[in-house]
């Protein structure tokens, strides 16, 4: 059902009304009591979220959220994977040797 925009020409009120496409135009005022309400027009059919919690997400399939959970496992295991290479077990960063650098000098 759309939403109607209307105001009062006698006191000012405005406010929305949901109302089916075949209902008829209000008149009645419900805060003055007036015959004297407008419908304004309104921006447009828009579909409008409001309050918390909607995401594009939300509506995704079983198997895309299975895949992309498993995607960013595996990163999350790459990263653990790399920072514990580079760490000993008193957790400081371990220096290469001198024999371990991939470029080492070729004398000749």
Do not use: W
């Not at 006191?11 to 007036?34: D, R, S, W």
């Not at 995401?55 to 790399?82: F, G, L, M």
């Amino acid at each position: 059902m759309p939403t109607y925009d209307y105001r009062c020409g006698n006191c000012g009120h405005e406010f929305e009304v949901f109302q089916p496409m075949t209902a008829g135009v209000l008149k009645k005022c419900p805060q003055c009591g007036e015959l004297s309400l407008k419908r304004l027009i309104g921006p447009g059919a828009a579909v409008l979220f409001k309050g918390s919690g909607f995401y594009t997400t939300d509506y995704r399939s079983a198997s895309y959220q299975k895949q992309a959970k498993a995607e960013t496992d595996k990163q999350d295991t790459k990263t653990e994977k790399s920072k514990t290479k580079q760490t000993d077990s008193a957790g400081k960063k371990k220096e290469p040797a001198a024999g371990d650098s991939k470029r080492e000098k070729k004398t000749g």
